[in-house]
């Protein structure tokens, strides 16, 4: 029993350690229950982890959703506002992590997250501990006085919730399931609300830059949603197709396109993009030398290399610009991306464009430029949005030219479909050698296997890099946003060693391992587990250096 939990922590006074771990298992309190689910080693280990659980009849309060995505929000609500709460708690001492609490909450994207699980029964909160110890020694009298700070807390925390704040954190993430559920049946591919606030406060902030340009849409692409909350929404809306973000240097191209890549998870109210929607299949691809690549039919882009060399089951260990581009478009078609995003910036030109004068000089050409390909992108359905700057040769074939003056976005499609009549670029528009044909892949079992190294390790390490047994696997090109989500490919991965047989193609491997678990609770008892997408999960898994796959008919 709870009550029981406090007295116990104070006889452990001056004991060594390890005697925490006779916390393990629940203490049932009054309103709610306390589970250790794992009690570290030492003081300087990663601390403990601590499972909170109320039952069915406090969460009245908490029902106050319609759409799946509404409880999430509720469960990402709740996380932070425990996370506030805790920020109140004394100063605990000792060495280590010692009397430390962790709520895990690392970006504005309203997110699943391990730490928070609303079932039908009862709602579940994880964080972690640090338990109070001097050196090894047990601090017992801290412990009982954290413990005991703690249980207030989490006594009266779903009495004292600002109602009115989940209420309107739930509508907000309603309402965004609302519009990006009908982009497809409206035509478009994004929506970028009027007034929404694009730019962050610097590179490694994600708060809203402080008197920036609201978004103001052009009045030739403007759409509105009604959605079931908030009533009439306004903004501008992007169609299906190639559209084109073009600009003068610094006019806000980039940030334009990053609000767009952000936009395929809600935001929390507040945060300036709550109205930035993005197709949920949507996927930036971009260039990433000395990349791995692992059996892809390169040919659509990258064919007839000298001395007969084969693309069409491409593997290497040190992609260049171009082939890592192509590797990244192909990947992504096979894996279901309907939207790619890319950025001139990011993209080696090659593989963007050859224009008249290099088509002229150069006869044996092993690149099909993704120019040639805009009219086949078109016939599968899948849209591309690409800024440029400096490529013109796009303007004849775009659907929709968005321009961007002093951060304001105006429509220049007339213009720039005159302007390519006036300056013909000369290309010949010759048709493909291959056709865009996508070959499935499908993983060994073997690929993921942790073991393949001395030792077993899986770690995130920062946003970037997932450390997977003896393999570091470079994330840099991915769009992750919480160091959860990069915990989670490992975990998922591990998955995959489990479900891989060779003969399951990738997207349909990773479809089923993250639909299939019940839930990202039940995949890790760790509260620092957050949702990946499949096109993020297939993406991890294409740049994992031990990834072995075969060519496989669908
Ligand atoms: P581009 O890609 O066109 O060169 P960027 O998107 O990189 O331009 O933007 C250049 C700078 O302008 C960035 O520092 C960015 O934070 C800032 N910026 C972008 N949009 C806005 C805006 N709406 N209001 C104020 N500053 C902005
Ligand atoms: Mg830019």
Request: with cysteine; hydrophobic share 40%; aromatic share 8%.
């Amino acid at each position: 029993r709870l009550e029981e939990l406090f007295p116990f922590l104070a006889s452990l006074e001056g004991r060594p350690y390890p005697f925490y771990k006779d916390l393990k298992g629940t203490w049932r309190g009054e309103g709610f229950e306390l589970r250790f689910v794992h009690v570290q080693g030492d003081p300087f280990a990663t601390p403990s982890v601590v499972e909170v659980r109320y039952p069915a009849r406090a969460l009245e309060k908490l029902r106050v959703y319609r759409h799946p995505m509404g409880q999430v929000a509720v469960e990402d609500f709740l996380l932070r506002a425990l996370k506030a709460r805790f920020r109140h708690l004394p100063f605990f001492g000792g060495s280590g992590h010692s009397g430390r609490v962790f709520v895990e909450v690392e970006s504005p994207k309203v997110l699943r997250r391990a730490g928070a699980h609303l079932g039908q029964e009862a709602l579940y909160l994880r964080f972690r501990v640090g338990l109070p110890a001097s050196g090894r020694r047990i601090l017992g009298k801290e412990a009982e006085r954290l413990f005991w700070a703690l249980a207030e807390h989490l006594r009266g925390f779903l009495w004292e919730l600002d109602g009115r704040a989940l209420v309107s954190q739930v509508q907000q993430v309603e309402d965004f399931a609302y519009i990006q559920e009908s982009l497809p049946q409206r035509g478009l591919v994004a929506f970028v609300g009027d007034r929404a606030i694009l730019p962050r406060e610097s590179g490694v902030s994600q708060k809203p830059l402080r008197g920036a340009v609201p978004f103001q849409s052009p009045p030739s692409l403007r759409v509105s949603f009604r959605v079931p909350h908030k009533g009439e929404v306004v903004g501008m809306g992007l169609p299906q197709g190639l559209t084109l973000i073009t600009g003068g240097g610094f006019h806000g191209k980039t940030t334009l396109l990053e609000a767009l890549v952000h936009g395929v998870y809600p935001h929390i109210p507040g945060d300036g993009r709550e109205w930035v929607v993005t197709h949920a299949l949507a996927q930036r691809v971009q260039s990433e030398d000395g990349r791995s690549v692992k059996g892809v039919d390169l040919r659509p882009f990258v064919h007839d290399l000298p001395l007969g060399q084969d693309t069409s089951f491409f593997s290497t260990e040190d992609a260049s610009g171009c082939t890592s581009l192509a590797a990244a478009i192909l990947e992504a078609l096979e894996l279901g991306a309907r939207v790619l995003l890319l950025d001139e910036d990011t993209s080696a030109t090659n593989l963007l464009v050859r224009d008249a004068r290099m088509q002229a000089l150069v006869q044996r050409e092993t690149l099909t430029p993704l120019l040639d390909r805009v009219q086949d992108f078109k016939a599968r359905g899948v849209s591309l949005i690409l800024v440029v700057g400096g490529v013109g040769d796009y303007l004849d074939l775009a659907d929709t030219v968005l321009l961007l003056e002093e951060y304001r976005p105006r429509e220049a499609t007339l213009e720039a479909k005159a302007i390519a009549q006036a300056h013909p670029t000369g290309r010949a528009f010759g048709e493909p050698r291959y056709p865009l044909a996508v070959a499935s892949r499908a993983p060994l079992p073997e690929s993921f296997d942790p073991r393949r190294g001395r030792k077993v390790r899986v770690k995130g390490r920062g946003l970037r890099e997932l450390v997977y047994g003896e393999e570091v696997v470079d994330l840099s090109a991915l769009d992750l946003f919480e160091n959860a989500q990069v915990r989670a490919l490992g975990a998922w991965f591990q998955r995959l060693w489990r479900q891989a047989d060779g003969k399951t193609p990738l997207r349909k491997l990773v479809e089923a391992v993250l639909g299939g678990a019940e839930d990202l609770f039940s995949l890790e008892e760790a509260p620092e587990v957050a949702e990946v997408r499949p096109v993020e999960l297939g993406a991890a898994v294409n740049r994992l250096r031990g990834l072995e796959v075969r060519r496989v008919e669908e």
